[in-house]
């Protein structure tokens, strides 16, 4: 999904279906150029590209998410709550054990049951 103004590029939300659960979408980044941060962007991309992909079979979001990451667990949680949908966290890859320490712990989150609306 790309967001873009004439010919510059504002936004883009990256992803996958994988491939053993075809009803699970994994967004790998969600990324808005800082002239367009606060205006709501990378949540409209979120709710379009899950309305695409709902019609075609997918029921569950999937993304990875650092603890300090702010913004990007206030979209997902923001997602989830708008879509009336659970939003499970586990840990996915630990600091010390897969990182060495070198980056922080990175938590899949599962959003879903995904509806059409």
Request: glycine fraction near 8%.
């Amino acid at each position: 999904m790309a967001a873009v103004d004439g010919d510059e590029l504002l936004g883009s939300v990256t992803g996958y279906r994988i491939p053993e659960r075809r009803d699970t979408l994994f967004i790998w980044q969600v990324a808005v150029h800082p002239k367009a941060r606060g205006q709501g962007l990378a949540r409209t991309m979120l709710r379009k590209l899950a309305a695409q992909t709902v019609l075609q079979g997918v029921r569950f979001i999937e993304t990875s998410i650092t603890p300090g990451n702010a913004a990007s667990w206030r979209l997902f949680t923001g997602f989830a709550t708008e879509h009336h949908a659970d939003m499970v966290r586990s840990v996915m890859f630990e600091q010390t054990t897969h990182f060495h320490g070198a980056h922080e712990t990175e938590h899949l989150v599962r959003i879903g049951p995904l509806e059409i609306r």
